[in-house]
């Protein structure tokens, strides 16, 4: 776990790069984007559950990084704040996921027939998705899915992006004994339902 300026073995600092692209160098941009792709969508991937969502939410930040350049510029490092706007993408995706979750008593007609059923697809598992279900990490991710936003944050930034609590909590904007909290609730959550799910 490291509280270093993020740089590349020999590359620019973030505010350099940002410097250079509002002065018309967009491979610098490209620069950044690849600096911070791997670890922004893992952390999506591992907070949202899914791929496909993870690169939407992704180009979502990376475009709201771009239209932040100006701001951002006196920053030697934009971690912490790609971190915080990915964290509130994501927690604003489930919100809306939600918002438009589909109840089956808004699948009756008037008669009472049950309608639009043709369009939820089949939650059923495939025969090597069963399989693959066996593996720990599987169930790992699947426990995590159902924590409580805040304490999947926690947890994902801890886990997935090896991120102190000091960190954890400049991102999330608490105290890092509240991360810390945090983190050691979801530990005895996730133990209980992986041990219920073996």
């Not at 971690?79 to 808004?106: A, G, I, M, N, P």
Request: net charge positive; aromatic share 8%.
């Amino acid at each position: 776990m490291h509280t270093q300026e993020h740089t590349l073995p020999g590359s620019s600092t973030d505010a350099a790069l940002a410097r250079q692209v509002l002065g018309g160098d967009q491979e610098a941009f490209e620069l950044l984007i690849q600096r911070y792709h791997l670890p922004l969508f893992h952390f999506i991937c591992r907070f949202l559950g899914d791929s496909d969502l993870a690169h939407d939410v992704l180009q979502q930040v990376f475009l709201r990084l771009y239209t932040s350049l100006p701001a951002l510029v006196a920053r030697d490092s934009f971690r912490f704040w790609l971190f915080r706007v990915v964290h509130h993408c994501c927690v604003d995706e489930l919100r809306r996921k939600h918002r438009y979750t589909l109840h089956f008593s808004q699948l009756e007609n008037n008669e009472g027939e049950l309608t639009g059923l043709c369009d939820i697809p089949d939650p059923g598992l495939l025969p090597e998705e069963v399989v693959e279900r066996r593996d720990l990490q599987v169930l790992l991710q699947q426990a995590i899915e159902t924590l409580p936003p805040k304490l999947r944050s926690v947890t994902i930034l801890r886990y997935s992006s090896q991120l102190s609590f000091p960190e954890i909590g400049k991102i999330l904007g608490m105290p890092q004994a509240t991360a810390k909290t945090y983190f050691h609730r979801a530990k005895v959550l996730l133990r209980k339902k992986i041990l219920v799910r073996c």
